[in-house]
């Protein structure tokens, strides 16, 4: 019976995460969802969209198409407009704060 304390922590825990909330990691970090603006070093990185190196020097996951120097045809971060880059890629002041799962 001694595992029936740590079942009931582990169902616990389970119930704290938000449904589509990137996963802590072992260390409290907070890992990547591999959503929009979220750092990225390969294509397998990103889900959705693309990882590129935008014209701000960042390497983020992020859609291209925008008009360079709108704010309205991004989706915004955080509830913040980004604004579409020269490269008509969509570029946001920073990549969101997560580290990348590299399992």
């Keep these: 019976m001694r595992s029936a304390p740590l079942l009931l922590a582990a169902f616990l825990g389970s119930l704290v995460a ?4 990137a996963p802590i990691g072992p260390d409290a970090t907070v890992f990547c ?3 929009i603006y979220d750092p ?3 294509e397998h990185d990103c ?3 693309a990882c590129r190196t935008v014209s701000s020097g960042l390497q983020i996951c992020t859609m291209g ?3 360079p120097g709108d704010a309205t045809s991004c989706p915004m971060q955080d509830g ?3 604004t579409c880059g020269s490269d008509s ?3 946001p002041p920073a ?7 590299v399992n």
């Design 40 to 42: 990225c070093e390969t």
């Design 65 to 67: 198409g925008c008009t």
């Design 80 to 82: 913040s407009p980004v």
């Design 89 to 91: 890629l969509c570029t």
């Design 18 to 21: 938000c449904k589509g909330s």
């Design 33 to 35: 969802a591999r959503t």
């Design 95 to 101: 990549a969101t704060a997560c580290h990348l799962n």
């Design 47 to 49: 889900a959705d969209t």
